[in-house]
């Protein structure tokens, strides 16, 4: 429900209350004028007067439009100081009523509810019982007899009156809680759309990045190394040799173009920093119940090409994803270790693991929520010549290892 609902649900049910009240004054009066009693005067007068009091509160209390749905009950707020004066005024024209007319003690039901909405409910639960008492004495000393209807009508009555405003005091409250849940799951939505508008841009940059380093950059670069050969072996007043040296530079300065559209289509945890800072950012901001992420880095740090750091990187991302999601840990730790040959990225944690020649809990990112999953890592490590490997057991925790070899180390081998 919202707050136009409840604003429906009020309105009808204070029309409702007006005409019980209304009808009841109204059974009281036709009751004296019929009967011919010596009071009929007196009763008429302060029913009369009952109205008018009840007629002015309802009036004052219809002008007054909430901004937002109140609550059916409230302990202090504007106008609770003077809505309890008015109710006691009320109650005391009741109590002269009930004195001149046995009939009165009917009236005795929609003076309930409005205790119950105007007073606290340390308050309006004493007020209850003493109105319901004030009924049944003014029934016994009319009457000059006890009977069991006596009691139960206004014990009943008053029971009723209680059950439905906590009741509706319940379901509001409920139908509140759905309404701020409903704007959270608005916004998540909103923020979950958010996030995949920027995973997927992230991701085409990244593959762009990619293919203009394994194709133009990688084509460049070995134009440019043949263009020098071929300088180096024409004489130096050769015609060809001015040529050839143009093309050479041409080939340099488009290569330094094509490699800085990989930098700047790089991921941007890493222009901000080092490989190391983009990860120790990655663990700082990743959350999950009763989870703790660390981070380390062992060896002596060297830079890293491009390629190299947004796979390490990706890796780290993915395996951290991983562990959120389904490994249900208490602790991971990420270790980024440089060796003579190799940099090594290592994400262990302790979480309930799986059985890798199965079907790896880990690898649901690679279905239809658009995660990488181990097959993506073993793409991304498999395509810069290094391996990945995956230990686990169900119980025992994960542990994802990335290896790479250095360039140089592949340099020299080449050599």
């Known amino acids: 429900m919202d707050s136009r609902s409840h604003t429906h649900v009020t309105a009808a049910l204070r029309l409702c209350l007006h005409a019980l009240l209304a009808g009841l004054l109204a059974l009281v009066v036709v009751r004296a004028v019929s009967e011919g009693a010596a009071d009929t005067a007196a009763v008429v007068a302060v029913t009369l007067l009952t109205a008018a009091l009840y007629a002015a509160g309802a009036a004052r209390s219809s002008s007054v439009q909430p901004k937002a749905p109140a609550r059916p009950r409230t302990s202090v707020q504007p106008g609770t100081r003077a809505g309890a004066w ?44 003493v109105t319901a008492a004030a009924a049944i004495t003014s029934f016994v000393v009319h009457r000059q007899e ?19 405003v906590l009741g509706y005091d319940a379901l509001f409250r409920e139908s509140e809680r759905r309404r701020e849940l409903i704007v959270e799951l608005v916004a998540t939505r909103a923020d979950l759309a958010e996030a995949e508008r920027t995973a997927g841009t992230l991701a085409e940059r990244e593959r762009l990045a990619r293919e203009i380093h394994d194709t133009l950059a990688q084509g460049l670069s070995s134009i440019q190394l043949l263009l020098r050969a071929a300088e180096r072996s024409l004489p130096g007043n050769a015609p060809a040799t001015p040529h050839v040296r143009a093309a050479r530079e041409a080939a340099q300065a488009n290569l330094a173009e094509a490699r800085s559209f990989v930098r700047a289509l790089t991921p941007p945890d890493l222009e901000h920093g080092s490989l190391a800072a983009a990860l120790e950012r990655l663990c700082a901001r990743t959350t999950a119940p009763e989870l703790t992420v660390r981070f380390a880095v062992s060896g002596t740090p060297v830079e890293l090409p491009t390629p190299y750091e947004v796979a390490l990187l990706r890796t780290a991302q993915s395996a951290l994803a991983n562990t959120v999601r389904h490994a249900e840990a208490r602790r991971a730790e990420i270790t980024l270790s440089f060796m003579d040959t190799s940099v090594a990225l290592d994400v262990v944690d302790d979480g309930r693991g799986f059985d890798p020649s199965g079907a790896p809990v880990h690898e649901r990112g690679t279905g239809g929520d658009g995660g990488f999953g181990l097959p993506a890592m073993r793409a991304r490590a498999g395509s810069l010549g290094g391996a990945l490997s995956v230990e686990s057991a169900p119980g025992q925790g994960t542990a994802v290892a990335l290896t790479l070899p250095l360039p140089d180390t592949e340099a020299e081998r080449a050599a």
């Open 146 to 164: 006890i009977e069991p209807g006596a009691f139960i009508g206004p014990l009943i009555g008053a029971a009723v009156a209680v059950a439905t």
């Open 86 to 129: 008015w109710l006691g005024g009320l109650w005391v024209l009741w109590a002269a009523l009930l004195v001149l007319s046995p009939d009165a003690l009917w009236v005795a039901f929609p003076l309930y509810f409005l205790q119950l909405h105007f007073l606290p409910m340390r308050w309006a639960l004493p007020a209850v019982v």
